[in-house]
């Protein structure tokens, strides 16, 4: 009896801990992706307030896909910086900033690119390139920064006259009067006005793209490998499609 007791003993020792206990399954830390409460993308809401952001749906797949928990919450745009910073707000979508060196990992591809156009009516010379706007009469809308544009747009030794307007719809209303050469804007945006309210003899040129990549805060557990997953699903999904058809619905609700 003695010798069965001291065999049982021995054979316990040999049990490896992952027998004896079980293992937790691992808690996947939710993402909450931070976007502009003023949007590039779109003039249109939800019920709740937040912006009808086409990349929305980019990143529903994008996180459906990688099994990531995710919620959104748009914010003004310093605040959404400093979220991203503070580790508020995890992920993002938005072109190259020097407020993101520090605090996030950008995907290697963009994933998009966000163009902003010149729009005139037909006799209007054309812009084929910025210098064109020098002593022009122009629209732009109040609270948006227009990248590497404002530089240009906002010296003074271009002689270029800002007419700041609150809404993407004044702006069309106010170039229909002919009061103004040219509306500086978003694409998405002016689409969604241009659908509900025709100008007939409208007419643009592009005058600037920014490549639009992901944003991932460093502090976000195993950063860099959520990165390379999130961009490898990026890699095959058509996301022109997926934003093409959310556009789509912003346009014809």
């Given amino acids: ?51 009808a952001n086409p990349l929305l749906r980019v990143a529903e797949i994008l996180f459906s896909k990688a099994g990531i928990p995710w919620r959104s919450h748009s914010y003004p745009a310093a605040r959404m910086f400093k979220s991203l910073q503070d580790g508020t707000a995890q992920f993002s979508m938005l072109v190259k900033a020097p407020a993101l060196q520090e605090c996030c990992l950008l995907s290697h591809k963009p994933v998009t690119v966000l163009q902003i156009r010149a729009y005139h009516l037909d006799g209007t010379a054309p812009i084929k390139n910025l210098n064109d706007l020098t002593g022009k009469n122009i629209i732009t809308i ?29 702006a069309f209303k106010m170039l229909a009067l002919r009061r103004a050469d040219y509306v500086i804007d978003y694409v998405g945006p002016a689409s969604e006005v241009l659908v509900t309210a025709p100008i007939p003899d409208i007419r643009w040129e592009v005058l600037s793209r920014q490549d639009v990549h992901l944003i991932l805060a460093k502090n976000y557990p195993d950063a860099p490998k959520v990165m390379a997953r999130l961009e490898a699903i990026a890699a095959t999904i058509d996301i022109e499609r997926i934003l093409w058809e959310a556009q789509q619905r912003n346009m014809n609700p």
Avoid: C
């Avoid at 001291?6 to 020792?13: K, W």
């Avoid at 030794?157 to 993407?168: E, G």
């Fill in 1 to 51: 009896m003695e010798k069965l007791i001291i065999a049982f003993l021995l054979m316990s020792l040999t049990v490896p801990a992952w027998a004896a206990e079980k293992k937790s399954p691992q808690t996947i830390t939710a993402i909450e992706y931070a976007s502009p409460e003023q949007s590039v993308w779109t003039t249109r809401t939800y019920t709740n307030g937040e912006p």
């Fill in 142 to 170: 109040l609270g948006y920064s227009y990248g590497s544009l404002s530089r240009f747009l906002d010296d003074k030794r271009n002689r270029i006259n800002k007419n700041v307007v609150q809404t993407h719809a004044a």
